[in-house]
């Protein structure tokens, strides 16, 4: 297949690979992304195994929180002047309000009437448009709860209470003192806003991440001049640095930089005097995986599309 500047600009991004490395992995994968990075990095030209894109999205990510269960939304805008604007801020704060009444599906919260005003969120986004003369998105939202205890939360580069550049929310099932919940809880969300876990737990790893890792690490110890026996070893061994690096539970907690956040939870339910349990997670990062135009960078792709 034909092989744009566009694609090629992706997999830059994704990867920092080069140019014409870009352009033969894409080459050689048939246009398919995902195979142009597993390409590019069993050739050592790649390190990243995620996918990450210059963000363009501009707006803010809102937390609510009543009772045992709290809310995340991402409201964006094209660019940051509106984010600190305060009709922009407060129409934040209602909708991450008006998502705990929801399951957290953001096409159900569009549709969702705001008791402020009874207009639904979908409209209310619209006549903010209107009115402030800026295209904005409700992106995404979720909702987190849990049956005892508390679910906590974290804003990172915060411009107002409850709002900022990251959210996090962190579901604490426990009978223990709700207080003491809370703050474990947030420290336990700072945590995921510096290290970005994928999954809770082992099980929560997609299949299809794992499988695509997997690969990559054989291919790699096999380039490397192990035999096949070695290789497989060798990538048993990584595995279990992966899952360190994605698991939640698995990673080191960056508070003290030693232990496992399993062991941290472990040492404060026994402090706490009650079981405690991690159930669930939710990170937003703004404008996380939206990319940026670059106009100027269209012209030296091209130059390297139609290079023999």
């Known amino acids: 297949m034909s092989i744009s500047p566009a694609m090629i600009k992706d997999l830059r991004e994704k990867t920092g690979a080069g140019m014409m490395d870009c352009k033969k992995a894409l080459t050689e994968a048939n246009g ?23 963000v363009a999205a501009e707006g803010l990510v809102a937390v609510a929180a009543e009772g045992t269960k709290a809310s995340v939304i991402e409201l964006n805008s ?24 929801t399951s957290g599906d953001v096409e159900a919260l569009k549709a969702t009437k705001i008791a402020a005003t009874g207009k639904t969120v979908e409209e209310s986004v619209t006549e903010a448009i209107a009115t402030i003369g800026e295209n904005m998105n409700l992106r995404r939202s979720n909702v987190l709860s849990v049956k005892q205890g508390v679910v906590a939360s974290y804003i990172h580069s915060g411009i107002k209470p409850g709002m900022g550049k990251i959210g996090v929310l962190v579901a604490l099932e426990s009978s223990g003192d709700k207080a003491k919940l809370e703050e474990f809880g947030k420290q336990i969300a700072m945590h995921i806003a510096a290290a970005r876990p994928e999954a809770l737990n082992r099980e929560g790893v997609s299949a299809e991440n794992l499988m695509r890792e997997r690969d990559v690490l054989k291919e790699q110890a096999i380039a490397s001049g192990k035999p096949a026996d070695i290789a497989e070893k060798m990538v048993e061994g990584r595995i279990r640095k992966y899952y360190e690096e994605v698991v939640l539970l698995e990673q080191i907690y960056v508070i003290d930089g030693k232990e496992k956040v399993s062991d941290v939870v472990t040492a404060f339910a026994k402090q706490l005097g009650a079981d405690v349990k991690i159930t669930a997670f939710e990170r937003f990062a703004l404008g996380e995986g939206i990319e940026k135009k670059e106009e100027d960078f269209a012209s030296e792709v091209a130059k390297v599309v139609g290079a023999a």
């Open 32 to 54: 398919n992304m995902d195979d142009a990075v597993d390409w590019l990095r069993k050739k050592g030209l790649a390190s990243a195994a995620k996918k990450s894109g210059r």
């Open 78 to 101: 094209e660019t940051d002047f509106v984010a600190r604007n305060e009709q922009f801020q407060a129409l934040v704060a209602q909708i991450a309000s008006t998502a705990l009444g």
